[in-house]
């Protein structure tokens, strides 16, 4: 097996769909023991059974048989290489297949601008940032979600967003880079220089809104990159639910806060995880409140961002004034207060701070604030951090006395419609009852008839109100879920269709089926 070609041809039953190719395994040293994904060295006879995306295989015959002669020496080990695989010089630059980007030969061409933008093939996030400009900083693609990695100091960086320039993030992250020293901060420099000089920034700048929205920051403006979930056989509430069949009944948290949170019970203690971002939670304190837990832990989770918003994000951030490196015990709320009975004199007293008074100079209602005010300090034992705060609690619970409000006026209106029809049903059939008197060929309307006419009359503008009331509360209902008020706006088709809960589990627009690259949150007036 010290022919690499022979070693290629054990790869015949190798799953097609393997995170590692038979070809950068071969190179490698390895050949099949058709077991599985069980491979084994021709020169020091190591096994390897498990692989992982982005796995170099190479770098790990060296770390796990640093003594392997192949490892030290390929050429004096006895193998023999496939001088059939495909390279082309062009330029005096080796451009080499995708395949083998990795591989310990040809590693240094990665060196080369070219190669290695010939690895971003099936780059998803072309429309965040483009793979010239990558490979441009010294990135590789390592084929694995947005993950990318420097050639020179071997630095990776994930999770681009929109406005990121790759060579100032080469910079910010590993400026001890050669690449960044030699090439990235010259050329920064220079850009440095030659923007005063072409008067760009204060003569004629572009007016454009792909110019506007370039130069400031998206989320600034309220506009969230848009990713679909990490787990979206759990994006629904019931789905969610449906994991809490063992959850610990003495845990202050309910399967219904934590999912409704976007918590799903991962059936291990009190782990849960988010369906969206991903992120673990456990240890849960009595005093610990899922959605002030989640945006702390998970600030840049999309479905806090769209449910929440960032005014809490940023709230929960400075409630704790914690450190995002710090210990898990440190990190934990500070909060002492337990669940107990509040007072009216302690209510009396948060009605006094400055966020209350700010929410009620907008016009609430002081009895809903006050009930908003008693129901936060019983479930966490502080009161509102933030005066949009106080106004989004006291707002639903205005909502719920609605609805319950609503569903009254619905079944009194339909009592009173039903005696209506009856009365003017029989009212109708009286004149049709025999008489002994004769009755007149043209007789005049009698107060009865009047009366009829007029009661149809009003029961069918009654029938109108109550129709057009309820085409106009289906228009501002989500086009997904039928239940929720829409709230998400998403770009760049623009349509307003969906609600805060479902936004985060689409990858298309419901409407136009375009795909969805951010979201903007709206409210109605």
């Known amino acids: 097996m010290n022919i690499e070609e022979n070693r290629l041809q054990t790869f015949t039953t190798w799953p097609a769909d393997a995170v590692v190719s038979p070809i950068r395994i071969a190179k490698a040293g390895f050949y099949s023991l058709h077991q599985n994904l069980t491979v084994e060295c021709f020169c020091c006879g190591l096994q390897i059974s498990e692989w992982n995306y982005g796995d ?38 080796i451009v080499s297949t995708p395949d083998s980007v990795d591989s310990p030969s040809n590693s240094h061409s990665l060196m080369h601008e070219a190669v290695r933008l010939q690895s971003f093939e099936n780059w998803p996030v072309s429309h965040i940032v483009t793979p010239e400009n990558l490979a441009r900083a010294g990135f590789y693609y390592l084929r694995e979600r947005d993950k990318t990695k420097c050639a020179f100091c071997d630095g990776i ?65 309220g506009i969230n990159a848009h990713r679909g979930p990490k787990k979206s056989k759990y994006a629904t509430l019931e789905s ?46 009595p005093q610990d ?41 440190t990190r934990k709320c500070s909060r002492t ?10 209510i009396q007293m948060h009605m006094l701070t400055p966020e209350v008074i700010t929410a009620l100079n907008v016009g609430l209602h002081v009895g809903r604030v006050k009930q908003a005010i008693k129901e936060k300090l ?47 049903l029989n009212r109708n ?20 008839q009047n009366n009829s006419s007029d009661s149809t009359q009003r029961l069918g503008k009654v029938l109108t109100l109550e129709e057009e009331n309820r085409l106009l509360k289906e228009e501002r209902l989500c086009k997904i879920c039928m239940d929720i008020e829409v709230g998400i706006v998403f770009l ?28 903007v949150r709206t409210f109605f007036s």
């Open 56 to 93: 170099q295989v190479m770098a790990r015959h060296r770390q796990l048989r640093p003594n392997c002669p192949f490892v030290i020496d390929p050429s004096t080990s006895g193998n023999v290489p496939n001088i059939s695989q495909s390279t082309s010089h062009t330029e005096n630059v």
């Open 157 to 221: 960086v994930v999770s681009w967003e929109v406005g990121d320039d790759p060579d100032r993030e080469h910079k910010r992250h590993f400026p001890r880079c050669s690449f960044v020293q030699s090439v990235i901060n010259p050329r920064l420099e220079r850009l440095a220089l030659e923007e005063p000089e072409n008067g760009n920034t204060n003569r004629n700048p572009p007016l454009s809104n792909l110019s506007i929205i370039s130069q400031n920051n998206l989320q600034e403006l």
């Open 240 to 285: 969610r639910l449906r994991t809490f069949a063992s959850w610990p009944d003495d845990l202050i948290q309910t399967p219904d806060a934590l999912a409704q949170a976007g918590f799903y019970y991962e059936g291990s203690g009190d782990q849960v995880r988010c369906f969206h971002c991903d992120g673990g939670l456990r240890h849960w304190d």
């Open 289 to 329: 409140d899922p959605w002030t837990e989640h945006a702390r832990w998970f600030p840049k989770c999309a479905y806090v961002q769209l449910v929440k918003g960032r005014d809490f994000i940023a709230a929960c951030a400075f409630e704790t004034g914690v450190a995002e490196n710090s210990d898990e015990e």
């Open 337 to 346: 207060l337990q669940r107990r009975e509040v007072s009216e004199r302690e």
């Open 378 to 424: 019983e479930r966490t034992g502080t009161g509102f951090s933030t005066a949009d705060a106080v106004i989004e609690a006291t707002l639903n619970l205005q909502h719920e006395e609605e609805d319950s409000v609503d569903t009254h006026i619905s079944d009194e209106v339909t009592r009173v419609l039903s005696n209506a029809i009856e009365q003017s």
């Open 429 to 448: 059939e009286q004149p049709n009852q025999p008489s002994e008197k004769p009755v007149p060929l043209q007789p005049k309307p009698s107060p009865v």
């Open 492 to 519: 760049p088709c623009g349509h307003l269709a969906s609600c805060v809960n479902c936004a985060p589990n689409l990858q298309d627009c419901p409407v136009c089926r375009s795909a969805i690259k951010a979201t």
